[in-house]
Protein backbone atom coordinates (compact mmCIF):
# COMPACT_ATOMS: atom_id res chain seq x y z
CA UNK A 1 0.00 0.00 0.00
CA UNK A 2 0.96 3.46 -0.77
CA UNK A 3 1.72 5.44 2.26
CA UNK A 4 3.82 7.99 4.23
CA UNK A 5 4.27 6.85 7.73
CA UNK A 6 5.56 9.05 10.45
CA UNK A 7 6.72 7.59 13.91
CA UNK A 8 5.81 8.47 16.73
CA UNK A 9 2.27 9.07 16.16
CA UNK A 10 1.70 10.72 19.86
CA UNK A 11 5.09 12.31 21.84
CA UNK A 12 4.93 13.84 25.08
CA UNK A 13 8.83 15.54 26.13
CA UNK A 14 10.46 18.15 28.47
CA UNK A 15 12.25 21.42 27.44
CA UNK A 16 15.51 20.80 25.69
CA UNK A 17 15.68 16.59 25.38
CA UNK A 18 16.36 16.20 21.91
CA UNK A 19 13.99 14.79 19.34
CA UNK A 20 13.63 13.25 16.15
CA UNK A 21 10.41 12.09 14.46
CA UNK A 22 10.59 9.94 11.39
CA UNK A 23 9.22 9.95 8.21
CA UNK A 24 9.05 7.26 5.88
CA UNK A 25 7.52 6.90 2.23
CA UNK A 26 7.15 3.89 -0.35
CA UNK A 27 6.22 5.89 -3.55
CA UNK A 28 9.74 6.85 -4.86
CA UNK A 29 9.01 10.64 -4.08
CA UNK A 30 11.38 13.19 -5.01
CA UNK A 31 9.65 15.44 -2.66
CA UNK A 32 9.40 15.49 0.64
CA UNK A 33 7.85 18.58 3.11
CA UNK A 34 7.37 18.64 6.98
CA UNK A 35 4.31 21.13 8.26
CA UNK A 36 2.79 21.37 11.68
CA UNK A 37 -0.49 23.08 12.34
CA UNK A 38 -1.44 25.06 15.19
CA UNK A 39 -5.07 26.16 15.63
CA UNK A 40 -5.99 29.20 13.71
CA UNK A 41 -3.19 29.21 12.17
CA UNK A 42 -3.29 26.41 9.38
CA UNK A 43 -0.55 24.68 7.83
CA UNK A 44 2.69 25.92 8.01
CA UNK A 45 5.95 24.39 6.28
CA UNK A 46 8.47 23.60 7.96
CA UNK A 47 11.05 22.19 5.66
CA UNK A 48 11.03 20.29 2.42
CA UNK A 49 13.49 18.23 0.15
CA UNK A 50 13.49 18.64 -3.76
CA UNK A 51 15.32 15.01 -3.55
CA UNK A 52 18.77 13.30 -1.76
CA UNK A 53 20.98 15.52 -0.05
CA UNK A 54 18.83 18.47 -1.26
CA UNK A 55 16.76 20.64 1.92
CA UNK A 56 15.34 24.30 2.09
CA UNK A 57 14.02 26.30 4.76
CA UNK A 58 10.09 26.27 4.47
CA UNK A 59 8.42 29.41 6.17
CA UNK A 60 9.03 28.57 9.94
CA UNK A 61 12.23 26.31 10.28
CA UNK A 62 13.95 28.06 13.37
CA UNK A 63 14.64 25.54 15.66
CA UNK A 64 14.42 22.75 13.53
CA UNK A 65 16.88 20.04 11.49
CA UNK A 66 15.88 17.93 9.21
CA UNK A 67 18.14 15.51 6.59
CA UNK A 68 17.50 13.69 3.50
CA UNK A 69 20.34 10.99 3.09
CA UNK A 70 18.16 8.73 1.40
CA UNK A 71 14.85 8.97 -0.67
CA UNK A 72 12.50 7.39 1.47
CA UNK A 73 13.32 9.35 4.95
CA UNK A 74 13.00 12.40 5.81
CA UNK A 75 13.56 13.03 9.91
CA UNK A 76 12.46 16.27 11.58
CA UNK A 77 14.87 16.77 14.37
CA UNK A 78 14.35 18.83 17.47
CA UNK A 79 17.80 19.75 18.81
CA UNK A 80 16.36 21.58 22.20
CA UNK A 81 12.33 21.43 21.89
CA UNK A 82 10.68 24.21 23.45
CA UNK A 83 6.76 24.63 24.55
CA UNK A 84 6.25 26.63 21.72
CA UNK A 85 6.76 23.80 19.32
CA UNK A 86 3.97 21.62 20.45
CA UNK A 87 2.18 21.08 17.88
CA UNK A 88 0.76 18.62 15.34
CA UNK A 89 3.16 17.51 12.62
CA UNK A 90 2.59 16.22 9.28
CA UNK A 91 5.24 14.64 6.97
CA UNK A 92 4.12 14.47 3.06
CA UNK A 93 5.55 13.64 -0.07
CA UNK A 94 4.95 14.09 -3.44
CA UNK A 95 6.27 13.11 -6.95
CA UNK A 96 7.59 15.98 -7.49
CA UNK A 97 7.98 19.41 -5.86
CA UNK A 98 6.99 21.71 -9.21
CA UNK A 99 3.89 23.47 -10.08
CA UNK A 100 2.74 20.72 -12.93
CA UNK A 101 0.86 17.89 -12.59
CA UNK A 102 2.08 15.84 -10.29
CA UNK A 103 2.30 18.15 -7.42
CA UNK A 104 -0.49 16.42 -5.52
CA UNK A 105 1.11 15.50 -1.84
CA UNK A 106 0.23 12.84 0.06
CA UNK A 107 0.04 12.89 3.83
CA UNK A 108 1.31 11.40 6.62
CA UNK A 109 -1.19 10.33 9.84
CA UNK A 110 0.45 13.38 11.99
CA UNK A 111 2.36 13.34 15.07
CA UNK A 112 1.43 15.11 18.13
CA UNK A 113 3.77 16.81 19.98
CA UNK A 114 3.47 18.00 23.56
CA UNK A 115 6.54 19.89 24.99
CA UNK A 116 6.23 20.65 28.75
CA UNK B 1 4.60 33.99 -4.40
CA UNK B 2 1.57 32.71 -5.27
CA UNK B 3 -1.14 33.43 -3.18
CA UNK B 4 -4.68 32.20 -2.39
CA UNK B 5 -7.49 33.57 -0.96
CA UNK B 6 -10.76 31.65 0.13
CA UNK B 7 -13.63 32.10 2.28
CA UNK B 8 -13.26 31.32 5.92
CA UNK B 9 -15.98 29.64 6.72
CA UNK B 10 -19.29 27.96 4.80
CA UNK B 11 -22.54 26.67 6.16
CA UNK B 12 -24.78 23.87 4.49
CA UNK B 13 -27.01 21.51 4.35
CA UNK B 14 -27.28 17.55 3.87
CA UNK B 15 -28.28 17.16 0.14
CA UNK B 16 -27.23 20.90 -1.25
CA UNK B 17 -24.58 21.63 -3.67
CA UNK B 18 -21.82 23.43 -2.28
CA UNK B 19 -19.20 25.75 -4.35
CA UNK B 20 -15.92 27.04 -2.96
CA UNK B 21 -14.48 30.02 -5.02
CA UNK B 22 -10.61 30.40 -4.79
CA UNK B 23 -8.72 33.60 -6.13
CA UNK B 24 -5.37 33.13 -6.98
CA UNK B 25 -4.40 36.31 -8.62
CA UNK B 26 -0.94 35.47 -9.56
CA UNK B 27 -0.70 32.27 -11.01
CA UNK B 28 1.91 31.20 -12.98
CA UNK B 29 1.54 29.63 -16.59
CA UNK B 30 2.48 26.48 -15.78
CA UNK B 31 0.68 26.17 -12.61
CA UNK B 32 -1.57 23.38 -11.54
CA UNK B 33 -4.49 24.40 -9.42
CA UNK B 34 -4.88 21.51 -6.25
CA UNK B 35 -7.94 20.75 -3.83
CA UNK B 36 -7.73 18.95 -0.42
CA UNK B 37 -9.52 18.34 2.53
CA UNK B 38 -8.56 18.01 6.14
CA UNK B 39 -10.85 16.22 8.05
CA UNK B 40 -9.75 17.20 12.25
CA UNK B 41 -6.41 15.29 13.26
CA UNK B 42 -5.76 13.96 10.30
CA UNK B 43 -3.52 14.86 7.22
CA UNK B 44 -4.87 16.39 4.31
CA UNK B 45 -6.03 14.10 1.40
CA UNK B 46 -6.12 15.10 -2.28
CA UNK B 47 -9.59 15.71 -3.70
CA UNK B 48 -9.04 17.05 -7.38
CA UNK B 49 -6.15 18.96 -9.40
CA UNK B 50 -6.96 20.93 -12.48
CA UNK B 51 -5.17 23.22 -15.09
CA UNK B 52 -8.34 25.38 -16.98
CA UNK B 53 -11.79 24.91 -17.85
CA UNK B 54 -13.87 22.15 -16.01
CA UNK B 55 -12.49 18.58 -14.15
CA UNK B 56 -14.56 16.30 -12.79
CA UNK B 57 -14.04 13.10 -10.61
CA UNK B 58 -16.14 10.89 -8.45
CA UNK B 59 -15.56 13.56 -6.03
CA UNK B 60 -16.01 16.98 -7.21
CA UNK B 61 -15.76 19.23 -10.30
CA UNK B 62 -13.55 21.77 -10.13
CA UNK B 63 -14.11 25.14 -12.72
CA UNK B 64 -11.63 27.25 -14.03
CA UNK B 65 -12.71 30.52 -15.69
CA UNK B 66 -10.20 31.22 -18.73
CA UNK B 67 -8.08 33.59 -16.86
CA UNK B 68 -7.20 30.94 -14.28
CA UNK B 69 -7.31 33.98 -11.68
CA UNK B 70 -9.79 32.03 -9.59
CA UNK B 71 -11.32 28.34 -9.35
CA UNK B 72 -14.31 26.63 -7.77
CA UNK B 73 -14.67 23.56 -5.97
CA UNK B 74 -18.34 22.34 -6.27
CA UNK B 75 -19.04 19.59 -4.32
CA UNK B 76 -22.44 17.55 -4.91
CA UNK B 77 -25.22 17.13 -2.70
CA UNK B 78 -23.23 17.05 0.58
CA UNK B 79 -23.78 14.65 3.71
CA UNK B 80 -22.72 15.54 7.11
CA UNK B 81 -19.08 13.41 6.40
CA UNK B 82 -18.08 15.86 4.42
CA UNK B 83 -17.57 18.76 7.01
CA UNK B 84 -13.88 19.28 6.83
CA UNK B 85 -11.38 22.02 6.15
CA UNK B 86 -10.85 22.73 1.90
CA UNK B 87 -7.78 24.38 0.68
CA UNK B 88 -6.81 25.84 -2.38
CA UNK B 89 -2.92 25.64 -3.26
CA UNK B 90 -1.18 27.13 -6.50
CA UNK B 91 2.37 25.92 -6.29
CA UNK B 92 4.71 29.15 -4.78
CA UNK B 93 7.21 30.69 -7.48
CA UNK B 94 10.03 28.21 -8.21
CA UNK B 95 8.06 25.35 -7.24
CA UNK B 96 9.71 24.15 -4.77
CA UNK B 97 7.20 25.56 -1.58
CA UNK B 98 3.50 24.79 -1.01
CA UNK B 99 1.58 27.02 1.34
CA UNK B 100 -1.41 25.82 2.07
CA UNK B 101 -3.16 28.91 3.46
CA UNK B 102 -6.24 28.33 6.19
CA UNK B 103 -8.42 26.87 4.01
CA UNK B 104 -12.78 27.22 4.16
CA UNK B 105 -13.75 25.18 6.99
CA UNK B 106 -17.23 23.68 5.55
CA UNK B 107 -19.84 22.49 8.34
CA UNK B 108 -22.76 20.43 7.10
CA UNK B 109 -25.75 20.15 9.13
CA UNK B 110 -28.82 17.67 9.14
Known sequence: EAQVTQNPRYLITVTGKKLTVTCSQNMNHEYMSWYR?????????????MNVEVTDKGDVPEGYKVSRKEKRNFPLILES????????????????????????QFFGPGTRLTVL | LAKTTQPISMDSYEGQEV????SHNNIATNDYITWYQQFPSQGPRFIIQGYKTKVTNEVASLFIPADR????????RVSLSDTAVYYCLVPD??????????????????
Not at chain 1, 37 to 49: F, N
Request: aromatic share 10%; proline share 7%; charged share 10%.
Open chain 2, 19 to 22: NITC
Open chain 1, 37 to 49: QDPGLGLRQIYYS
Open chain 2, 93 to 110: SGYSTLTFGKGTMLLVSP
Open chain 2, 69 to 76: KSSTLSLP
Open chain 1, 81 to 104: PSPNQTSLYFCASSLSGSGGKYNE
